[in-house]
């Protein structure tokens, strides 16, 4: 299964949609640094609201997909975590913390659009 | 103890299968949002350290009763390699696999009751239970 990317001027939006399984993990993260390189996006937006689970090995390829992207130059903001997702992550002791979040889609864009512009 | 369903390990997709359906089976007993996520969350881990560190295994779902209170109670069962030392997997951030070695001390954390038996060369057994609040 391949996760959709849309491009919207400089930035790139996925809203997750499925169970993620492992290689579908590893693809996303795969496809989203090639459509980082071709678009030269600067922004990326991850919308998680419709997860219902992260365990610690997608919670390590998400770290990877915000650290890789930064390193490329694009900036990623995490969106929309659940509630039970975000209580399962600290039982995990999976901190997110060097990861922005904003609680949706919109406030993602806000964010990123302040941060991309100071 | 009633009844035993059995979810076998053996292709990468049968994390997804057996974390679904202890989803499905957790809202049945009547645990809410939050606990339900936890014991999804509880057996991807599981799931994902049998196929990754013994190739096969299952995962078993039993119902389990106590004083009044009602629970979900998980095996994990592989007969892969075994775990030499079982203290060192618990610690936070150890992993052979390049993981974030929280696997393993997240279960016990997500779960109330948390067994390890493993014996080298024989496999690796991990009883969890939670109780409905
Ligand atoms: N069923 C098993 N059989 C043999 N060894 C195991 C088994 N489960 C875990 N281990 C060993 O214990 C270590 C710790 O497991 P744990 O699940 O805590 O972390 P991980 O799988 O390495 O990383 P993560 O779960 O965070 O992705 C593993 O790296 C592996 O060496
Ligand atoms: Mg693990």
Redesign the interface.
Known sequence: MRIPILKLHNYLLISIQIDLDDQTAIQFQEDLLNKIHQSGATGVVIDLTSVDIIDSFIAKVLGDVVTMSDLMGAKVVLTGIQPAVAVTLIDLGIHLNEVTTALDLEQGLIKLRQELEE | MDFRTCVNIQK??D??GA??FG?DFSKKLGFG??D???I??AI??LA?NIYLYAGSGKICFDEVENVGSRGICIIAIDTGPGIKDISQVME?GYSTSG??G??L??VK??MDEFDISSKTGEGTEIRVVKWVR
């Open positions: 990468e997709w994390i997804v974390r679904q989803r949002i939050v339900q996520a936890r999804a969350t991807s881990e994902r936070d993981g974030l929280a696997g001390p997240g954390r997500l």
